[in-house]
């Protein structure tokens, strides 16, 4: 298995080039660390589809407002997963600085972005209603 990812890896819209600025917040706020829990997960993880880098133009294709996490206005956000999402979220809390992780346990996601100014968990529903819960109510969920 290779353990490290490609900047091609985490963008939706493979028509666009990917701009220099958001090429360097890929790898270094989500390629870096994540290879970090990819190498010692040791089982492959994805970014899910359509989570990573979404040009604005794709969002607001998609009736969206543009201003997602995803556009990386600012660090951007990611949608991990892998088969034990469970010890996925362990390693994405051990070896990232990511400050809001929301859990999806029916959708088998995680949603990972730098949005608060400190660490906040979330277990959310599929249609994206997050509740603010602890890493233990998290655990039992997934």
């Known amino acids: 298995m290779e353990n490290y990812f490609k900047i091609s890896e985490l963008c939706i819209d493979k028509s666009k080039d990917v701009p220099q600025e958001i090429a360097d917040k890929l790898l270094t706020y989500h390629i ?3 290879n970090k829990v ?3 997960l040791d089982e492959p993880i994805f970014c899910s589809q359509n989570s990573g880098w979404r040009p604005r133009e794709w969002e607001l294709s998609r009736g969206r407002s543009g201003n997602s996490e995803h556009t990386f206005i ?3 956000a990611i949608d991990w997963t892998a088969e034990d999402l ?4 362990e ?3 051990k070896h990232t600085k990511y400050t809001r992780i929301a859990v999806y346990p029916s ?3 995680i949603h990972c972005d730098y949005a608060s100014t400190y660490r906040k968990l979330f ?3 599929n249609a994206s209603k997050w509740t603010e819960a ?9």
């Open 32 to 34: 870096i660390p994540m």
């Open 38 to 40: 990819r190498f010692e």
């Open 74 to 76: 600012k660090k951007g």
């Open 86 to 89: 469970k010890r996925l979220f």
């Open 91 to 93: 390693l994405i809390l």
């Open 107 to 109: 959708a088998r996601f």
């Open 123 to 125: 277990l959310s529903t």
């Open 134 to 142: 602890t890493e233990e109510e998290i655990l039992e969920k997934i």
